[in-house]
């Protein structure tokens, strides 16, 4: 008789349950909410005026006592759970011995073992090498930089529907205006648009939609301009749009053939989220640069650019860096955060989340004709919501059903988060932590909320 190991059950500080004992915002959040007002510019919006004082797993506690169940971990952020006791040891640690020296005059190890890493864990067995900063938007810019540097080309190429990031470039690399950058222009120049695949509006083929978007990168870019196509694997902002099969290989097979670099942005769809550590796996795609950020290092700021190391390496000395990148209790917290999926095999619990919700969803789809798609893959999942009797026809954009569940949601204790061009899409982005439980009780919450409708 064989001995079988088991991964033992995580030890939670905070009940995994949904409780609610005041009104949602409660007076202890509306007192600081006032404080808030008076000091913070309203660009800095909140979803909900709740205001956390403590995290665990996949619920969050208000100063009011109020426990709500995260379906947004920070948009993507805490994928590994709130809190989650490896991380805090590990970042608590390193702030006994080092918090900063800046790797770029007096370097440390934990910025190389993360390094090492993520060259162990981003899709290919090529050489590859890594720089370490502080955010999804800054890993964008270092990754195009280092493409055109590479290249000595100039143009950019994302794809519609696509989110990047606050930054100036990443602004105008962005499909949608509002809110993002309405009124923060003029933008960099040399970004270009092109049609992606998104199969439940456009019903194209892989095959077919690849092609779309080849044909505009020729005729309208050319490829001899182009540094870099910039893609997400699946799209986050944009309505977890999964792509057709086959569409992303065509598209990187086409760069390779024409000498652009492939950026698979990988920073909300990365780090475990989807059932594997970087979304491209899904597709059997290997990008010459894959940008990380959003869950590397469990809710401490960090990103990440890794790619082919000859690609890397055509920055010259000094060309890349900065004062906070790679922080040292950041990089501690993120070794943490790997060895914890690895640990706990997270990569199983991201499929075991999809295993429980997404059928769940597709029950509420027969049930609601306003539920016109279920889509995505392990812990990155979406309903898209249209107009009643349009979900056959013009696939009419239901943003208002969306705010109302939402609202309903967070009323019960469950946080979701809205998303799409349209933002008519219910995003579901939890933890790994999250039970089955939870997600039963979440749907059953969705399920009340539509039927209010």
Request: one cysteine or more; charged letters at 20%.
């Amino acid at each position: 008789m064989t001995d079988t190991v088991s991964t033992p059950a995580p030890v939670f500080s905070v009940p995994q349950e949904r409780r609610i004992v005041t009104a949602v915002p409660g007076p202890k959040s509306q007192e600081l909410h006032e404080r808030r007002l008076a000091v913070i510019p309203t660009g800095v919006s909140s979803a909900l005026p709740v205001y956390i004082a403590k995290a665990n797993g996949a619920i969050l506690v208000d100063v009011d006592g109020n426990q709500f169940v995260d379906f947004g971990a920070g948009i993507g952020v805490t994928t590994v759970g709130h809190t989650e006791t490896a991380v805090v040891e590990a970042a608590a640690g390193q702030l006994q011995d080092v918090i900063h020296t800046l790797f770029t005059i007096t370097p440390y190890e934990e910025y190389v073992r993360v390094a090492e890493l993520l060259a162990e864990h981003t899709p290919g067995d090529h050489a590859k090498k890594t720089v370490l900063v502080n955010s999804g938007a800054e890993a964008v810019e270092n990754g195009v930089k280092i493409a055109r540097k590479f290249t000595g080309r100039r143009a950019v190429a994302v794809l519609d529907h696509a989110y990047h990031g606050r930054t100036n470039l990443t602004m105008a690399m962005n499909y949608k205006a509002m809110p993002y950058a309405t009124g923060f222009g003029p933008f960099a120049g040399d970004v270009y648009h092109a049609p992606n695949s998104y199969p439940y509006r456009d019903g194209l083929s892989g095959a077919e939609a690849a092609a779309r978007t080849i044909a505009y990168l020729e005729k309208v870019v050319g490829a001899s301009d182009l540094a870099c196509l910039v893609a997400e694997p699946i799209q986050g902002e944009g309505g977890f749009i999964v792509p057709a099969e086959g569409y992303l290989a065509a598209l990187q097979e086409w760069c390779t053939a024409n000498g652009v670099v492939f950026i698979a942005d990988e920073i909300q769809s990365g780090m475990a989220r989807t059932g594997a550590f970087y979304a491209s796996e899904h597709f059997g795609v290997v990008p010459d640069l894959v940008l990380s950020a959003k869950g590397i290092a469990g809710g401490l700021p960090l990103a990440a650019v890794t790619g082919r190391a000859e690609i890397m390496d055509a920055a010259q000395p000094g060309g890349l860096g900065g004062t906070f990148g790679g922080n040292p209790v950041a990089a501690a917290a993120a070794i943490a955060v790997f060895e914890t999926i690895e640990r706990n095999d997270l990569l199983a619990e991201g499929r075991r989340i999809e295993k429980a919700l997404k059928p769940a969803l597709e029950k509420l789809q027969e049930k609601y004709d306003i539920i016109g798609d279920v889509r995505g893959i392990g812990a990155m999942i979406a309903v898209e919501l249209v107009k009643p009797g349009t979900a056959q026809t013009t696939k009419e954009p239901n943003p208002e059903a969306v705010n109302a569940i939402v609202a309903a949601a967070a009323q019960q204790g469950i946080l979701f988060l809205n998303a799409g061009t349209w933002g008519n899409v219910l995003r579901f982005l939890p933890s790994l932590a999250v039970s089955d439980a939870l997600i039963a009780d979440a749907v059953s919450v969705i399920d009340d909320a539509i039927a209010a409708l």
